[in-house]
């Protein structure tokens, strides 16, 4: 039995978000296959396969954060899934995922490209510079990027300056209403 865990992708990284699943569970699954989509804070990466085998039980959700290390999924030899039971409960980090059983759901388009220049993350040709997760938090949060001033390479917008700017905000949770001017 393989097990697939959270990887190191670059030497800064602390933890990883799996950002989509590009196998299901059942899938057969051979060495050097593209099971996965995984973000970290620079960029977004493939996790490839190290083991051949059916992919038992996918233990991550997508969108779920977890630290390098950690159990995501398990490759098995048959396509009878690995009980749950030994598998450990991964702790939700924002809202509850849906069901990795559910109905695969289209991945959401990405945010729209603006033509004025963003204060802080934008380049000349308008198009704002973040990293995956920090989009992803200033979504979840209801935060136009455009107004995020970024302190990353070259002025790039990373997930603590969205972090910043919602506790500025006042931005507790997603899906919050933004505080009265």
Same mark, same amino acid.
């Given at each position: ?24 569970v059942?899938?057969q699954?051979?060495? @050097?296959?593209? =099971?996965? $989509?995984? $973000?970290?804070? &620079? ?11 059916? +992919? ?6 997508? @969108?779920?954060?977890?630290? =390098?290390?950690?159990? =995501?999924? =398990?490759?098995?030899?048959? /396509? ?14 924002a ?13 959401? /388009? ?7 220049? /963003? ?9 704002? &510079?973040?990293?995956?997760?920090a989009? *992803? +938090?200033?979504?979840? +949060?209801?935060?136009? +990027? *455009?107004?995020?001033? %970024?302190? %990353?390479?070259?002025? *790039? ?11 500025? *905000? @006042? ?11």
């Amino acid at each position: 039995m393989g097990e697939v865990t959270m990887p190191r992708l670059s030497d800064t990284m602390s933890e990883g978000t799996v950002g989509r699943w590009l196998k299901k569970v059942g899938d057969q699954i051979a060495v @050097g296959d593209i =099971i996965a $989509e995984i $973000e970290t804070d &620079k960029a977004t990466m493939e996790l490839e396969a190290f083991e051949a085998g059916v +992919l038992q039980q996918i233990l991550i959700p997508e @969108g779920q954060t977890v630290p =390098i290390g950690q159990l =995501i999924a =398990i490759i098995g030899d048959s /396509a009878v899934p690995v009980a749950a039971a030994s598998a450990p409960t991964p702790v939700p980090t924002a809202a509850p995922a849906p069901e990795p059983a559910a109905a695969p759901t289209p991945a959401p /388009a990405p945010a729209p490209v603006t033509t004025a220049a /963003a204060p802080g993350g934008g380049d000349e040709n308008g198009r704002i &510079k973040a990293s995956p997760v920090a989009r *992803r +938090l200033a979504e979840e +949060l209801g935060i136009d +990027l *455009r107004q995020v001033v %970024g302190t %990353g390479p070259g002025g *790039r917008i990373i997930k603590e300056n969205v972090e910043e700017f919602a506790a500025r *905000r @006042g931005t507790a949770a997603p899906a919050a209403a933004p505080a009265p001017a």
